[in-house]
């Protein structure tokens, strides 16, 4: 894949002219952020016992102050020969700046994601950027994952196997599962006894300082234009950082350094792509990079398509649940 993500660079290529205006936002004197309310729609959780309903959910508070909570999704049907359901604990995408758990783009693909691979889905909703930026974020992902750990919540403990449980994020997300991954493997012992069996990142976003090929080739890509994330990630960073911050690029010194946590909790982590996806040398990267330094990593990087691409479209959702269902297998299937 890294060979077919050599393309040349476009002849002509442009800027976006208003990546404030694409991503239908306005920022304020004081910092914070106007969002469109109807760009993202929100559905809420369907807690009730109706047997037409496949998946259940229902929200739930994780802190008040900060106002983090979770949407659990739990299918109707139990594992076929087992009593209890993989965990996956998942978090959305959005660039930092924009969705929640509510989100209806991802209350669906939740949902589905719980019915495919016969899993309970805890979506987190963490707080957003610029008003809290990094590591906010990060914070709130491995606040959620302690929770998990003491919750009294009863889908949780009557129905969950706490022995298989997977970190997961799309996009930005993604990026949220990576470093509270890398976080929380120092803390792995004391997470028992419920035992993480991997990462799933799933077309992650990471940036940098200068421009790769693919950001280069796709410069005018219509779903994420550069532009587009180097405005995300100036909302995001924290202050005064640059995109060659370990939050922003892994393959740094000291990103890389922070990849032998990975390895050395034994963990395995997939990394999933497409090369119509800006952002699919930087998962490339990624990969190698955490190769070189002995984590378990797998990835599946396919032709074309774009980024958030099986979040937009359920047969590219489908596709994707597939590879999950392989990898959650081979997860499961070592003793850690």
């Known amino acids: 894949m890294s060979d077919q993500t050599k393309a040349a660079p476009s002849s002509n290529p442009t800027v976006v002219d208003d990546p404030y205006k694409r991503l239908e936002i306005i920022l304020n004197p004081n910092g914070s952020l106007t969002r469109n309310p109807n760009r993202f729609p929100n559905t809420s959780a369907i807690p009730d016992l109706d047997p037409t309903v496949p998946v259940l959910s229902k929200d739930i508070t994780i802190n008040q102050t900060t106002h983090t909570w979770a949407r659990v999704f739990l299918p109707r049907q139990k594992p076929l020969g087992r009593n209890k359901f993989p965990l996956i604990v998942y978090y959305h995408a959005g660039g930092f700046i924009h969705c929640s758990a509510a989100s209806t783009i991802f209350h669906v693909f939740c949902s589905n994601m719980a019915v495919e691979l016969q899993a309970i889905v805890v979506s987190v909703d963490y707080r957003l950027a610029p008003e809290h930026r990094l590591p906010a974020a990060y914070d709130d992902a491995i606040e959620a994952l302690l929770w998990i750990k003491t919750t009294q919540e009863e889908w949780l403990t009557q129905y969950a196997n706490f022995t298989t449980c997977f970190v997961m994020g799309s996009s930005s997300g993604g990026n949220i599962a990576y470093h509270a991954g890398i976080r929380v493997a120092e803390e792995a012992d004391g997470l028992r006894p419920w035992k993480i069996r991997g990462l799933i990142l799933h077309q992650p976003f990471f940036g940098g300082s200068v421009k790769v090929e693919s950001e280069l080739r796709l410069v005018n890509d219509p779903v994420l234009p550069p532009g587009v994330g180097d405005l995300m990630w100036e909302l995001a960073l924290p202050i005064g950082a640059d995109r060659d911050h370990e939050y922003c690029n892994p393959t740094t ?79 499961t299937s070592v003793t850690l």
Do not use: Y
Not at 291 to 296: I, L, T
Not at 303 to 312: A, F, N, Q, S, Y
């Open 253 to 331: 010194t000291k990103g890389t350094s922070l990849m032998e946590k990975l390895a050395a909790v034994g963990w395995k982590v997939l990394v999933t792509g497409c090369d119509g996806d800006p952002l699919i040398d930087r998962q490339v990267e990624l990969v190698k990079s955490m190769e070189e330094k002995g984590v378990k990593v797998v990835s599946h990087f396919r032709m074309g398509d774009h980024h958030g691409v099986d979040i937009m479209q359920p047969d590219k959702a489908n596709a994707l649940f597939l590879v999950l269902k392989d990898f959650i297998a081979s997860a």
